[in-house]
């Protein structure tokens, strides 16, 4: 039994330190009444509540604090291992799928440990790199067949083979956007327990040349390779990962560190290139930024790049460090050194991308934002391009379903149950149905089917109700780019969707019927010199389909919705 107390109270890969089951709960209960003396056999008070009543207040405990209860005692150990309450920890960060099976874990409790803290991943879903100038997309889904956590490169082209045809004097090219998964190499892929093995130091055992000693502590001077004991792991330490690709090439994944708010006021008008730049570029909307690696020439990660510990932590970025290595094994017969020496490694080329996320309500459509979301993008030559379309909310609009709009017609709904009311008032009231039945007559009333709903009553209001609402500003942002308008940098502007932009509605041949609104295009030469933006006119097909006029370049740009959840689940 002391053996297996002992093994609990080991800390386990995930970094969340497993519980240490303690034998009395005299301790538990002289902390939770302090006025009583201190027993042995004092009962804890959480303890004598119903079963029921105890699985219900721990599910409202998150993955951290469920294991701090667990170290208690022996009784609450036994309700905050449930596999239960950490299969929902495990689901909530598991989008667009049921997770159903543990494997290759035993239990859901010890599948959460192997993947803790990188649960972030697979939770935000989509990933953004600062890669110099075209930049990546990457969507991180969970393998729950093989318990791993792996990102891929979304992709995508345009299909059509159809030739450009003209428009009122503009170039119109067909758009049929190809996207998918780059499946054959993965970005990255965690296995459960990352650091279940022993610490390799780029794939290969860490190994230490040193002296052979005597009894009294003198060095003999015969070199011997030996295997030193490795440190615990950390949930902070870097991952080497074996993607199938070369052997001297090296996938390391490392968690970012949080930049304090006051450097990010101070780093946000930085240049790209600067070692103090940021990610993602101020032009993208975010709560949480990080220090970006990708075109700066200081690509060594240091302390303030690197988390220390678990608060150090930042859930919405990740780096991804791609090197090739050549290793120089220290020959037996050469001179050695007084101290001990270590197999050499040359390192000559490292390539560092920090990968950043969205909140989920930039890029989720509603009524009063109906354009918010992923899109992909035609610019030619330059092939399909992904967009985050953003519109920002209005000042006095925080809440999309608390704006003026939704106040009004609220108002118009109370005046009409109003005027109904008073006109029910001046009526005779008719005799209840089902009185000499012990019926009442108002649940009769709400009961009958004929009687009409608010929708019946007003189907016309119901309607204008399912309607979008073309407002305010709108930002098309580049998650991708290319060398001429790279990553980060907005395509295009509507200053405003509503009537202060409006030009008319578009008679032209495939444009017939749809809302046009003004706009204006991002232009640059190569290497995003002399940028500037040009007079364009956005035509709004549909909440799915839109099309970009750009007059000066005589071009017509494509622009469809990209639907992300439908990759998210393994086939």
Request: hydrophobic letters at 30%; proline letters at 10%; charged letters at 25%.
């Amino acid at each position: 039994m002391r053996q297996m107390d002992a093994n609990k109270t080991q800390e386990e890969p995930g970094g969340i330190e497993p519980a240490q089951v303690p034998t009395s709960k005299g301790k538990q209960a002289h902390a939770m009444h302090p006025e009583q003396p201190a027993t042995p056999d004092a009962p804890c008070c959480l303890t004598q509540l119903p079963v029921e009543l105890i699985a219900s207040i721990l599910s409202y405990l998150g993955p951290v604090d469920l294991a701090r209860v667990s170290s208690t005692c022996r009784t609450l150990y036994a309700h905050a291992t449930e596999d239960r309450l950490w299969r929902a920890h495990v689901q909530a960060n598991v989008p667009c799928q049921t997770v159903t099976s543990s494997s290759p874990c035993p239990s859901f409790r010890q599948l959460y440990r192997a993947h803790d803290p990188r649960w972030f991943l697979p939770r935000y879903k989509i990933w953004f790199g600062d890669s110099t100038y075209l930049g990546s997309l990457i969507l991180v889904r969970y393998d729950q067949h093989r318990g791993c956590i792996e990102g891929y490169l979304l992709l995508a082209n345009n299909r059509s083979t159809d030739p450009p045809f003209a428009v009122d004097n503009l170039w119109v090219s067909p758009f049929e956007p190809d996207i998918h998964l780059h499946l054959d190499q993965p970005s990255f892929r965690l296995p459960a327990n990352p650091h279940h093995d022993h610490p390799r130091v780029h794939g290969r055992p860490v190994l230490t040349l040193k002296r052979r000693r005597d009894e009294d502590g003198a060095g003999s001077g015969q070199p011997v390779w030996e295997r030193e004991d490795p440190p615990p792991p950390s949930p902070t330490d870097p991952v080497v990962m074996d993607l199938g690709s070369w052997s001297y090439i090296k996938t390391t994944f490392r968690l970012a560190r949080c930049l304090p708010r006051q450097q990010e006021e101070n780093r946000d008008r930085r240049p790209p290139s600067s070692p103090d730049a940021v990610w993602p570029s101020p032009s993208i909307p975010s709560s949480h930024r990080v220090l970006a690696t990708a075109m700066s020439t200081h690509t060594t990660l240091g302390p303030r790049h690197c988390p220390a510990s678990r608060r150090d932590i930042c859930d919405r970025a990740f780096r991804i460090a791609r090197g090739a290595f050549h290793f120089r094994p220290v020959a037996l017969f050469e001179s050695l050194p007084e101290e001990p020496a270590v197999g050499a490694r040359t390192q000559f080329c490292e390539e560092v991308t920090t990968y950043a996320t969205l909140d989920p309500a930039l890029y989720t459509p509603t009524r009063r934002r109906p354009l918010r979301g992923i899109w992909v993008g035609d610019y030619g030559v330059h092939g399909c391009e992904f967009l985050l379309l953003h519109q920002p909310d209005d000042d006095d609009d925080a809440d999309d379903d608390n704006d003026n709009h939704d106040a009004a017609d609220a108002d118009e709904d109370d005046d009409d149950e109003g005027e109904e009311a008073e006109a029910s008032k001046s009526e005779p009231k008719p005799e209840a149905a089902g009185e000499g039945d012990g019926l009442e007559g108002d649940h009769a009333t709400a009961s009958d089917p004929s009687s009409p709903t608010k929708t019946q009553k007003n189907p016309a209001k119901h309607k204008r109700s399912q309607y979008p609402v073309f407002r305010g500003r709108l930002e098309a942002i580049k998650l991708t780019g290319d060398s001429n308008v790279p990553r980060g940098q907005a395509s295009f502007v509507v200053d405003d969707l509503g009537e202060g932009g409006f030009v008319g509605v578009a008679d032209e041949g495939p444009f017939a019927g749809a809302r046009r609104v003004k706009s204006k295009g991002h232009i640059a030469r190569a290497g995003f010199t002399s940028d500037e933006y040009i007079d364009g006119e956005l035509v709004i097909l549909s909440t799915d389909l839109l099309a970009h006029k750009w007059f000066q370049l005589r071009h017509v740009s494509y622009f469809r919705r990209v639907d992300i959840d439908k990759f998210l689940v393994p086939s």
